[in-house]
């Protein structure tokens, strides 16, 4: 069975920095694009990072100069890093791996449970 993990979450105050980490197990990690999005209460999911499995980052525009998404393939995580962190940083973050063209022989996208970010003083 495929599964993410995520970690990392927790209370910080604005300006503050967190780390994410996922690990996905059950599958080749290096298959997968990944990616990180979060869901603020009452609004719909959205998309915070992505990265590539050749390693190239994407970003939204929110977020663009304050977070670094990064993959290790020999670890299978994926983590991100969380600088200066605003109140409406808050939400729960959701692991994502997207298996590309590979969804053509069998692979699925995968969503982790999620882990809630707190941005408050």
């Known amino acids: 069975q495929v599964q993410l993990v995520e970690s990392g979450g927790g209370l910080v105050q604005p300006g503050g920095s967190l780390r994410l980490s996922c690990l996905l197990s059950?599958?080749?990690?290096?298959?997968?694009?990944m990616g990180w999005y979060r869901q603020a209460p009452g609004k719909q999911r959205e998309l915070v990072a992505t990265i590539t499995k050749g390693g190239r980052p994407n970003y939204a525009d929110s977020v663009k100069g304050r977070f670094t998404i990064s993959r290790d393939n020999a670890k299978n995580t994926v983590d991100l890093r969380m600088n200066s962190l605003k109140p409406e940083d808050t939400a729960v973050y959701y692991c994502?791996?997207?298996?590309?063209?590979?969804?053509?022989?069998?692979?699925?996208?995968?969503w982790g449970q999620g882990t809630l970010v707190t941005v408050s003083s």
């Open positions: 994502n791996a997207d298996p590309g063209i590979a969804k053509n022989i069998g692979y699925l996208e995968v």
């Open positions: 059950g599958s080749i990690f290096s298959i997968y694009n």
